[in-house]
T-cell receptor, first 113, second 114 residues
Framework: NAGVMQNPRHLVRRRGQEARLRCSPM?????VYWYRQLPEEGLKFMVY????????ESGMPKERFSAEFPKEGPSILRIQQVVRGDSAAYFC???????????FGQGTRLTVV | KQEVTQIPAALSVPEGENLVLNCSFT??????LQWFRQDPGKGLTSLLL?????REQTSGRLNASLDKSSGRSTLYIAASQPGDSATYLC?????????????FGKGTSLLVTP
């Protein structure tokens, strides 16, 4: 059973472009969480999804950011019209439910130039 | 909303020492608490999960305890080694008021010197 897979590992975008970050949860896991980590700062919750549903998006900026977790395929975090301040490491985690262990991917490091 | 605090923010100890990392949370109605380690530039590795009905969990040299009523957890590392150097993060999942997502503390940065 492969771990949580995130791709790409590194992504460079120019200001104004779109960034798409992908997360494939572990097999059997229907809960996905996205976090952002800025240098020297803690992990900030962005969004929590279950298959085809957004459960909690209270940590995600209202503009330019969106997330989905379709019935088939990976979860996608999409950032439109990126700005320098979006440069960060984005981590995805998955779990079978809220009671059991969550596992993290290796992250996508986004750099906006 | 759930607030998670970790003390100390940084810790440096010589190899072989036993040490304790502290985590406190404001909403005691948690489903579980999980400890992670993060190496520089890497993802998070799960260390221990404590269910809300449990008092402690052990894995090798690591022991984590949970006191829900006081909103505290401790991670005990026995006989520390240089390879234990990393940032240790505590996270809790609480109920509807806190959104059911993992809420993280800012971590304790541990350096174990040879």
């Amino acid at each position: 059973n492969a771990g949580v897979m995130q791709n790409p590992r590194h992504l460079v975008r120019r200001r104004g472009q779109e960034a798409r970050l992908r997360c494939s949860p572990m097999k059997g896991h229907s809960h996905v969480y996205w976090y952002r980590q800025l240098p020297e700062e803690g992990l900030k919750f962005m969004v929590y999804l279950q298959k085809e549903n957004i459960i909690d998006e209270s940590g995600m900026p209202k503009e330019r950011f969106s997330a989905e977790f379709p019935k088939e395929g990976p979860s996608i975090l999409r950032i439109q019209q990126v700005v320098r301040g979006d440069s960060a490491a984005y981590f995805c985690a998955s779990s079978p439910d809220i009671y059991t262990e969550a596992f993290f991917g290796q992250g996508t490091r986004l750099t906006v130039v | 909303k759930q607030e998670v605090t970790q003390i100390p923010a940084a810790l440096s100890v010589p190899e072989g020492e036993n040490l304790v990392l502290n985590c406190s949370f404001t909403d005691s109605a948690i489903y579980n608490l999980q400890w992670f380690r993060q190496d520089p530039g890497k993802g998070l590795t799960s260390l221990l999960l404590i269910q809300s009905s449990q008092r402690e969990q052990t894995s090798g040299r690591l022991n984590a305890s949970l006191d829900k009523s006081s909103g505290r957890s401790t991670l005990y590392i026995a006989a520390s080694q240089p390879g234990d150097s990393a940032t240790y993060l505590c996270a809790v999942i609480a109920g509807s008021n806190s959104g059911y997502a993992l809420n993280f503390g800012k971590g304790t940065s541990l350096l174990v010197t040879p």
